[in-house]
């Protein structure tokens, strides 16, 4: 059981760059979400997703766009990649009605913007 | 949700219990309290959750106090790979929103 992927586990890009980092689970959860965690920091959430097609934003949105085409997958996009942008970003599904606060995270990935 | 306080660092001894408090006396009563972890540089992982009743699982113990304002939770037997920062986070059972993941208790197992 592979739970929660994220691809890559690396990546730096340059300012102005655009890219998509990759987000998808196997356990059929309906709910998942965007995090971003800077050194010595909380997990700040960036968007989530009750259910395909449905997509809200979180506590820090600007600059990063999401879509939710299917139940697995739930890739988060940078539009133009700055350097506060620099963070570790991760992934996480729940499901089932009494179970939604049980997130199980992706291992993440590791952004540098130069 | 309840706002959550816990001690920014403790130190335990390897094979010894490692008991790590948490206050949250504005909780109300259709709010859990759950516990995750992040070991470090990885995803945060769930570790338990209960509303009023003490819980176990096989990787702690989870008590409640009877009036509901703190918990505890409990790793019986602690090994060095336990050394995580351990998040005490209060939310309503059935919400799809956000869990919001504070300073947390930066716990350092000792050999």
């Known amino acids: 059981n592979a739970g929660v992927t994220q691809t890559p586990k690396f990546q730096v890009l340059k300012t102005g760059q655009s890219m998509t980092l990759q987000c998808a689970q196997d356990m059929n959860h309906e709910y998942m979400s965007w995090y971003r965690q800077d050194p010595g920091m909380g997990l700040r959430l960036i968007h989530y997703?009750?259910?395909?097609?449905?997509?809200d934003q979180g506590e820090v949105p600007n600059g990063y766009n999401v879509s939710r085409s299917t139940t697995e997958d739930f890739p988060l996009r940078l539009l133009s990649a700055a350097p506060s942008q620099t963070s570790v970003y991760f992934c996480a599904s729940s499901g089932g009605q009494l179970a939604k606060n049980i997130q199980y995270f992706g291992a993440g990935t590791r952004l540098s913007v130069l | 949700d309840a706002k959550t306080t816990q001690p920014p660092s403790m130190d335990c001894a390897e094979g010894r219990a490692a008991n790590l408090p948490c206050n949250h006396s504005?909780?109300?009563?259709?709010?859990?309290v759950y516990w995750y972890r992040q070991i470090h540089s990885q995803g945060p992982q769930y570790i338990i959750h209960g509303l009023k009743n003490n819980e176990t699982n096989e990787m702690a113990s989870l008590i409640i106090t009877e009036d509901r304002k703190s918990s505890t939770l409990i790793l019986p037997h602690a090994t060095l790979r336990d050394t995580a920062v351990y998040y005490c986070?209060?939310?309503?059972?059935?919400?799809?929103?956000?869990?919001?993941f504070g300073s947390g208790t930066q716990l350092t197992v000792l050999p």
């Open positions: 986070i209060v939310r309503l059972g059935g919400s799809a929103r956000q869990l919001t």
């Open positions: 504005t909780i109300s009563g259709n709010e859990y």
């Open positions: 997703s009750v259910g395909a097609g449905i997509t």
